[in-house]
């Protein structure tokens, strides 16, 4: 089975700086996606970046970009430019790699991590 | 606008009485999941279904059931035999296209026992 841990319950940052969110994962799976989510006061959960596993470059989105070490199992989110807006509750999950171009996939997620941004 | 939506937002439900939350999207796409949220805790897969009249339990099924009887739409009955439904419900989906493993939220229901 597979285990996603935050170790950080929660986060703060000035607006404009950077901010790096924590994230391991236990898999003995070689093929898998990881993921950050951002759940929002709203609760409405909003995909944030994107890793597959066989990619060595680490994925970016605009502000967001993601340290994907795989021998060590690590998955970082770091926020640049941090912005009010970034306020919310962060979460990583893990979906195991399914052969055959099938949709399903089980998240794992994490326990989160509540990020804070201060003007 | 293509989306998932989850109604009613809020729910109350009473001792020994079974409820039905709606999730519909229109997104063409083929899976579909029911997962539960906990105050201060990650999500927890209660059911999925990757194909219509098909579904399967997650991690915490019990007390729970699903039908999808239509593509577009995956309803989870909370019954009475769920001893603590007191919860945020979020349904997802994902599809066939690119990023076929990416699962799309909607809004969720927020469930409370009376």
Redesign the interface.
């Known amino acids: 089975a597979q285990t996603?841990t935050q170790s950080q319950p929660e986060m703060s940052v000035q607006e404009a700086e950077t901010v790096t969110l924590s994230c391991t994962y236990d898999t003995s799976e070689s093929n898998y996606?990881l993921?950050w989510?951002k759940q929002p006061p709203?609760?409405?959960?909003?995909?944030v970046i994107?890793q597959e596993a066989y990619k060595q470059q680490n994925a970016t989105e605009n502000r967001f970009s993601v340290n994907f070490q795989k021998a060590a199992k690590s998955f970082s989110l770091k926020i640049s430019d941090s912005q009010l807006g970034d306020t919310a509750m962060y979460?990583c999950?893990f979906?195991k790699?399914?052969a055959g171009?099938?949709?399903?996939?089980?998240?794992t997620?994490?326990?989160?991590t509540i990020l804070t941004v201060h003007p | 606008d293509g989306g998932i939506t989850q109604s009613p937002k809020y729910l109350f439900r009473k001792e020994g009485q079974n409820v039905t939350l709606s999730c519909e999207q229109n997104l063409n796409h083929d899976a579909m999941y029911w997962y539960r949220q906990d105050p201060g805790q990650g999500l927890r897969l209660i059911y999925y279904s990757q194909i219509v009249n098909d579904f399967q339990k997650g991690d915490i099924a019990e007390g729970y059931s699903v039908s999808r009887e239509k593509k577009e739409s995956f309803p989870l009955t909370v019954t009475s035999a769920q001893k603590n439904p007191t919860a945020f419900y979020l349904c997802a989906s994902s599809g066939r296209v690119e990023l076929q493993e990416t699962q799309y939220f909607g809004p969720g229901t927020r469930l409370l026992v009376l």
């Open positions: 996603v996606y993921f989510y709203s609760r409405q959960m909003i995909l994107r979460f999950a979906m790699s399914l171009g099938t949709s399903y996939g089980k998240l997620f994490g326990q989160g």
